[in-house]
């Protein structure tokens, strides 16, 4: 999902569907990325990492994909459960282990 | 895994007034912790990065007479919200650094919700 600015962009899906969620980072010397889950009221949540050396990495449930040539990164949810149901965050780490957040995407699933 | 926590997790305070909010990494030394802001549906901010023993370093646009920083052990930095106006109302995240952790994760506390009258 893409930032639209003060409006969360949301992924509506099925309980049990795979869900899949897109993020487009600035710069291409970053080399280290994440993907944080966050809900309601509370801080972010780590999910899975991915250093720029690699183009995919697996989870529990959870899969990152990294296209260094359009500098996108996904985050592909496998049975997606209610509990998954938060808002999501990618984040580049560029220098001096600084983050820097997408846009986020918020995630509802239907029971 | 390594926890940070945050105090408090919430404060009402009246506009003129100063908070100070902690952020503490309970089972490991953090040599770097960072300050973030969230307004709502927005994401993370990066306010400034703190360094233990040395001063924080600000992000473009923070004002740091505004927003006090003190990262005097391993463990504890705080935030100082100084002359709060309603403005300043938002979501306070702070993240700790691990320095072990070969992929430089960032471990998150649970946030301070600020709400200035």
């Known amino acids: 999902g893409e930032s639209v600015g003060l409006h969360l962009p949301t992924l509506s899906v099925q309980e049990g569907d795979n869900s899949i969620i897109n993020c487009a980072y600035s710069?291409?010397?970053?080399?280290?990325f994440i993907w944080y889950k966050q809900e309601s009221g509370k801080g972010p949540q780590f999910i899975i990492d991915?250093?720029?050396?690699?183009d995919k990495r697996q989870g529990q449930r959870v899969t990152v994909l990294l296209n260094k040539t359009v500098k996108h990164l996904s985050l592909q949810i496998a049975a997606t459960q209610p509990g998954d149901s938060a808002v999501y965050f990618c984040?580049?780490?560029?220098?001096?282990?600084?983050?820097?957040f997408g846009g986020g995407t918020r995630l509802m699933v239907k029971p | 895994g390594a926890v940070v926590s945050q105090h408090p997790s919430r404060v009402i305070c009246k506009s003129g007034t100063s908070v100070k909010i902690e952020c503490r990494s309970l089972?490991?030394?953090?040599?770097?912790m960072f300050w973030y802001r969230q307004f709502p549906k927005q994401s993370l901010m990066l306010m400034a990065t703190?360094?233990?023993?040395?001063?924080?370093?600000?992000e473009q646009g923070v004002e740091k007479d505004k927003f006090l920083i003190n990262h005097a052990s391993l463990t504890l930095s705080t935030l100082t919200v100084t002359s709060a106006h309603p403005e300043d109302s938002s979501f306070y995240i702070c993240?700790?650094?691990?320095?072990?952790?070969?992929?430089?994760?960032?471990?998150f506390g649970p946030g301070t919700r600020l709400t200035v009258l």
């Open positions: 984040a580049e780490n560029k220098a001096g282990n600084m983050l820097t």
């Open positions: 991915i250093r720029s050396n690699m």
């Open positions: 710069n291409s010397a970053s080399d280290y």
């Open positions: 993240s700790a650094f691990d320095f072990r952790s070969s992929y430089n994760e960032q471990f």
């Open positions: 089972d490991f030394q953090a040599t770097t």
């Open positions: 703190s360094n233990e023993g040395s001063k924080a370093t600000y």
